[in-house]
């Protein structure tokens, strides 16, 4: 038993103060626009001389700017450090270029070295489009004592030289459709396309389905850009075309005598039909040109509920009917 809990003790210790993956160069880890990603210096090894004093337990990270290029903010949040005493446990950042050797002499730095213990963010030079450059946190080695600080903490990059949604992978802009309408969206710069919901669409996979939502709807689609995942949405926005009232009163008092229906003169080709209780038509115009008076074949109708159909035929495509009912009040 004694020797099974050394056993176990001794391998979480390993475990603890392992060498992260990403302590070299070579293996520096991906980072994408606008997405953080969690690092742990405990354990790293390795100098980088030359470009932040007094650092020490590095790690590295990789991105590439966007089709634009431009300034990238590189920012430091959430530093968690072990309590030591005589220590103010500072980490250090800062972004290098290079030609991909990974030599010390290959890099140049395109941002000043910052140190800080508390969430701190450095700003880039104007970068070039399409690059990769490097970022090195590191813990910094506090004065009177050789030891750097070995701290857990978050990085993000942004800013107009990396950020990829709206720049080189969109969904398109957002649209608006009538109730029953469709539209063709246009997804833009992506490998693949991954769209979700895929209700009210045509197909997956593609930049370009066709939008048939029965309501407003926002689409995200997906995809994969240099080893990064992305996801931008578009918003289809379902509009009634008309808003038929649901009483009117036709009892000759010159007030809400006919059943008026806003918007339907833009519809020269609309049909309407009216129907009582029992299913039987009691109104029919190809146009409305002619409000209804609520009567039958000149004969006035009596007081109750009455149902409506509408079928618009917009020149510009189809759209869903229009369906509801009427209340005659005398």
């Keep these: 038993m004694r020797l099974a809990l050394l056993a176990c003790l001794l391998s979480a210790a390993a475990t603890a103060w392992a060498q992260p993956p990403n302590s070299d160069c070579a293996t520096a880890a991906l980072v994408c626009a606008q997405q953080p990603v969690g690092g742990d210096n405990t354990g ?75 969430a701190f963010a450095v700003t880039t030079q104007s970068l070039m489009p399409g690059t990769v450059y490097w970022v090195v946190v ?36 957002d649209e608006e459709i009538p109730q029953g309408g469709a539209v063709q969206l246009d997804a833009q710069g992506g490998t693949t396309y991954d769209w979700t919901p895929t209700t009210g669409l045509s197909g997956n996979g593609i930049p370009d ?61 609309a049909v309407v039909m009216i129907y009582d209780r029992w299913g039987q038509r009691v109104f029919n115009s190809n146009g409305y040109r002619e409000p209804w008076d609520g009567t039958r074949n000149g004969n006035p109708l009596s007081e109750g509920t009455y149902y409506y159909h509408i079928q618009l035929n917009p020149v510009e495509g189809r759209s869903d009917p229009y369906t509801g009912y009427i209340s005659i009040i005398r």
């Design 138 to 173: 590191s813990g910094a080695i506090n004065d009177g004592a050789l030891i750097a600080a070995q701290c857990g903490f978050s990085l993000t990059v942004s800013g107009p030289g990396v950020d990829v949604v709206g720049v080189d992978f969109t969904a398109g802009p």
């Design 209 to 269: 389905p066709i939008a048939n939502p029965q309501s407003s709807t926002t689409y995200a689609v997906t995809t994969v850009i240099g080893g990064c995942t992305y996801t931008d949405s578009v918003s289809v926005n379902v509009i009634r075309l008309i808003e038929p009232p649901n009483t009117f009163s036709p009892n000759g008092d010159g007030r809400n005598d006919v059943w008026e229906v806003p918007g339907i003169q833009d519809y020269p080709g």
């Design 44 to 118: 790293a090894n390795g100098t980088l001389p030359g470009f932040c004093p007094g650092t020490d337990n590095l790690l590295w990270y990789t991105f590439t700017t966007n089709s634009v290029g431009g300034p990238v903010q590189v920012a430091v949040e959430g530093i968690a450090c072990p309590l030591v005493g005589g220590m103010d446990n500072e980490l250090s950042l800062v972004v290098l270029a290079g030609n991909g050797s990974c030599t010390p002499a290959s890099f140049t730095a395109v941002s000043a070295c910052e140190l800080d213990s508390m």
